[in-house]
């Protein structure tokens, strides 16, 4: 019975990222799209830097560009997630901020899956988000 409850415990943590490499850069407000890119090159490790640019994309008309953004910054996002103890599931929180690249990755990989006819992604994003954070599904309008 302990080991049970110890696992459950286990499964239960949430997953908390580093800080983002290039967070501080990229809180400034309104920052032009060109800046986002240059940081994006400076910091190819940096998902919430590619989370950007996929929205700036999405916002733009720009399906296919943002879908290749924010798959980076998915990707980017599952190798942080793993190095922090991640292992495939449970709970990513919205609230603790260097999570927000992950999670806006996501979100923008599930919006332009859906714009470019890949439903079956798209649905997987959606659903992905949810399980993660349903309170970053709110947020970010993503819902499948």
């Not at 990222?17 to 890119?37: H, I, K, N, T, Y």
């Not at 640019?53 to 296919?64: F, M, T």
Request: proline share 6%; charged share 20%; aromatic share 6%.
């Amino acid at each position: 019975m302990t080991g049970d409850r110890h696992q459950n415990n286990l499964l239960t943590q949430p997953t908390l990222l580093p800080p983002d490499p290039a967070g501080s850069q990229l809180a400034e407000a309104g920052l032009p799209v060109e800046r986002v890119r240059d940081i994006a090159a400076a910091h190819p490790d940096s998902a919430l830097a590619w989370a950007l640019l996929a929205q700036e994309a999405l916002a733009g008309g720009r399906a296919v560009e943002a879908y290749a953004y924010a798959r980076t910054g998915y990707h980017r996002s599952l190798d942080a997630l793993r190095r922090a103890g991640w292992r495939g599931q449970g709970h990513v929180p919205w609230a603790h901020e260097p999570n927000q690249g992950f999670l806006r990755s996501l979100a923008a990989l599930g919006a332009a899956a859906e714009r470019i006819g890949e439903t079956p992604e798209a649905q997987r994003c959606h659903q992905f988000l949810a399980d993660s954070s349903a309170e970053a599904a709110r947020v970010l309008g993503a819902g499948g």
